[in-house]
């Protein structure tokens, strides 16, 4: 009996189209790696780590609130740090208009982006208070998307969040996420459900929404 299976010449083309792209750009995503490509270094999302990429609209609505944020800071603005944690599509439309942005990232394909990338996990702090330590109380806005929608996730993400605020009260937080982590996130942070609703380029099953610790809705034009 022969076991061998053949595909249908059309099928195996097919697949072997696909296969070929994959390589291609996977050894383009390696040399903008090794090659410190920058900002404008793009990668496809990572399904397995729970990446799914903001739409234009969306990256460009918080890019001008964080333009308007920066505007009210006066001269020179130099000095008031970003970090975006777990949300790498945002990076590129915010480093266009301020230098001062930190990128916490799993995903170590964003080394791309040379001295702006910190690998992080948010899974080390448990029992361990000094996790990014050289990162506490350095930053101004904090923008972060947690990759899981669990209680465990929003309460490790929330508690990095608290130790890298430079000042509790009046560094800034803007958070997205499902609605599902609302009861979680609001026990754990000073944060409300904003109207803004961030959308991806894929259309995803839950409910997105935002939440902030300031009037996030006020800084959104025809939102």
């Known amino acids: 009996m022969d076991d061998d299976v053949s595909l249908p010449a059309d099928t195996l083309a097919i697949l072997n189209e696909f296969l070929a792209e994959r390589s291609k750009r996977e050894a383009e995503e390696e040399d903008r790696i090794l090659n410190k490509t920058g900002k404008d270094a793009l990668f496809e999302e990572d ?39 777990s949300c790498p599509s945002l990076y590129k439309d915010i480093k266009d208009i301020h230098n001062e942005v930190a990128i916490f990232e799993y995903d170590k394909r964003f080394e791309a982006y040379g001295t702006d990338f910190q690998h992080y996990d948010f899974n080390c702090i448990e029992n361990n208070p000094d996790y990014l330590k050289e990162h506490h109380q350095q930053y101004d806005l904090i923008i972060a998307d947690p ?14 969040i608290k130790k890298l605020q430079r000042i509790p009260d009046k560094s800034k937080l803007i958070f997205c996420s499902g609605e599902v982590v609302e009861p979680w996130l609001t026990a754990f942070l000073a944060v409300h459900k904003c109207s803004f609703h961030p959308e991806h380029e894929r259309n995803l099953g839950n409910q997105f929404v935002s939440y902030a610790n300031f009037d996030l809705d006020n800084y959104i034009e025809n939102k």
């Open 147 to 160: 990759p899981f929608l669990s209680q465990e996730c929003i309460s490790k993400m929330s508690e990095i």
């Open 47 to 85: 399904w397995q780590l729970s990446q799914f990429w903001y739409s234009t609209k969306t990256k460009l609505i918080v890019r001008d609130v964080v333009g308007t944020l920066l505007k009210e800071q006066g001269e020179p603005s130099s000095e008031f740090r970003i970090a975006l944690l």
